[in-house]
């Protein structure tokens, strides 16, 4: 008798828990479409610069040019001096295409988010900061806590904290469009046309440098990133991202 | 999170219903004006030339994105030009491939025979030798030379606007691109119209206020230098003008595609 009234409570119980979502079906989708196309312009860009690891400051700079630095590793190509004795095979024709395939991607995909992040009132809820996490007390609970490896609260697993916003933004708003602008500022087409663009960047090889190195920064976002999912509970977070579900407390145990 | 739960309050039933056929009709129109638009979309980029050769395969949508916007962008934009302060130091000649007999023949005889033949879709094909060449009045350019590898250079190229040669053999209003040769016939590329005609299109004979060094494509190469440097084909003796590229090697357009690298080399 009491267990065939406890059936419809826990029957009824199970939508209630299962039926919030975490992430937004948008948020989901541009997040796994940008994640490919980021490690495809990881790959390709690595690819690319496999061609001729050297780096300069300026306008030009080339094999009889003194470089800012380079990366000591076997160039795909003859010409370049990199010290070793063979030389890598040239993978730069399908590494381009990729890239720029990608980047179109990414910027679609991009486009789409920022509009429905300013739409919905995503960015406002959930990536910038509340006044109170502004100040310097709470941003430094938020960083000592981090440092200590803490595992995050419940609450959580329902929102970001402060320094996952600041870095989301970050990387979304200053990262991400600086990629593509010094990227844009490299092509001979575009600058053609917006001579300002690699102007102010001080020169077309430091457009070259400066791509290198702000996709280095998100080279580290990315490993951060996966570090503190590790550290939050990989499968939970990775089932929020793709089903939309959070886990609950009661699901984890 | 209860309130939220439309099955606690069923006179409230209706609202969800109706707001979700809403979105039905909305989301199938938004698709339907998609799939027009994708199709409108098509159909002008074919009409209006932004469609590129290469544009097939599975970087067809990446490359015609780039080649479509950069044509729309860029039509009558100029390359960057440069002081002759920024000229680079010590002038940079990238590795050549092994030169061919015929190549090393004009070499020995100074170059004297060398000739660049135009036909095509002009009224009067012609082959020019070097000297009529030189005989249009020269003009000069201070631009970069920017590899698909990542180095470059900057220097000053002599020589005459394509746009004079091809208005001399007179090219047919329905021309679309210029195939050119180098003199190994494997090495070959070819432009639109928009940068065949633009003013900084050269036949380069001259650079750094001498002869054309052999290293940088002496006695003759083409300069186009809104585009990467493998465009700008070295040892030049050919162009043929045409309104289809199906009829040249492979149908993608040039050389390049045909070993892995994009037809529109604008970036």
């Known amino acids: 008798m009491g267990d065939s009234i406890c059936v419809p409570n826990a029957v009824s119980a199970v939508p209630t828990t299962t039926v919030a979502t975490r992430h937004s079906a948008l948020v989901r989708v541009t997040h796994w479409i940008t994640t490919l196309c980021f490690l495809a312009l990881l790959v390709s860009g690595a690819e690319i610069v496999i061609s001729h690891p050297r780096f300069y400051w300026g306008e030009t700079g080339n094999d009889l040019t003194p470089v800012l630095f380079k990366i000591p590793i076997p160039a795909s190509r003859n010409l370049v001096p990199t010290g070793y004795g063979y030389v890598l095979p040239d993978q730069n024709g399908w590494s381009r295409y990729l890239h720029f395939q990608s980047a179109w991607v990414v910027v679609f995909t991009g486009l789409l988010y920022t509009i429905f992040a300013l739409v919905s009132g995503h960015l406002r809820r959930n990536l910038l900061p509340g006044g109170t996490d502004l100040s310097w007390r709470a941003l430094w609970t938020s960083i000592t806590s981090h440092l200590h490896f803490k595992r995050p609260s419940e609450a959580e697993a329902w929102s970001y904290n402060v320094l996952q916003r600041l870095s989301y933004l970050f990387v979304i708003f200053v990262l991400f469009p600086l990629v593509i602008w010094t990227g844009l500022a490299m092509s001979p087409a575009f600058v053609s046309a917006f001579p300002a663009t690699v102007n102010v960047l001080g020169g077309q090889q430091s457009a070259r440098t400066l791509h290198f190195f702000v996709s280095l920064a998100l080279v580290l976002f990315l490993l951060v990133h996966v570090v503190m999912i590790v550290l939050a509970g990989f499968w939970s977070r990775m089932r929020a991202m793709i089903t939309g579900r959070a886990a609950t407390l009661t699901e984890r145990i | ?267």
Not at chain 2, 43 to 61: E, K
Not at chain 2, 91 to 99: D, G, M, S, Y
Not at chain 2, 138 to 148: H, L, N
Not at chain 2, 194 to 219: I, K, S
């Open chain 2, 1 to 267: 999170m209860s309130e939220l739960s439309p099955d606690k309050h069923v006179p409230d039933k209706q609202p969800p219903r109706k707001l979700s056929r809403r979105r039905l009709i909305t989301t199938g129109l938004a698709a339907t004006a998609g799939v027009a638009g994708l199709g409108v979309a098509a159909s002008l980029a074919q009409r209006y030339g932004l469609v590129p050769p290469d544009h097939v395969g599975i970087y067809g949508l990446g490359e015609t994105l780039t080649y479509a916007s950069q044509r729309l962008l860029t039509k009558h934009s100029l390359a960057r030009e440069f002081s002759r302060s920024q000229i680079s130091k010590p002038p940079f000649a990238n590795e050549i491939p092994p030169l061919s007999e015929a190549y090393e023949r004009h070499q020995v005889g100074g170059f004297a025979d060398w000739r660049l033949s135009i036909d095509g879709m002009v009224a009067r094909p012609a082959s020019f030798s070097l000297c009529q060449i030189k005989s249009y009045p020269s003009q000069s350019q201070i631009t970069m030379v920017q590899c698909e590898e990542g180095w470059s250079y900057i220097a000053e190229w002599i020589g005459v606007p394509l746009s004079k040669i091809l208005q001399d053999v007179e090219v047919h209003p329905r021309a679309r691109y210029v195939v050119y040769y180098s003199i190994d016939p494997d090495w070959w590329e070819s432009i639109d119209m928009a940068d065949a005609l633009h003013p900084q299109t050269f036949l380069a004979y001259g650079m750094n206020g001498g002869e054309l060094p052999v290293g940088n494509g002496g006695p003759l190469r083409l300069r186009v230098p809104r585009q990467l440097g493998y465009k700008s084909v070295k040892y030049i003796t050919h162009m043929t003008v045409t309104d289809n590229l199906k009829g040249f090697g492979k149908g993608l357009g040039s050389a390049s595609p045909e070993s892995g690298y994009a037809w529109y080399a604008g970036i």
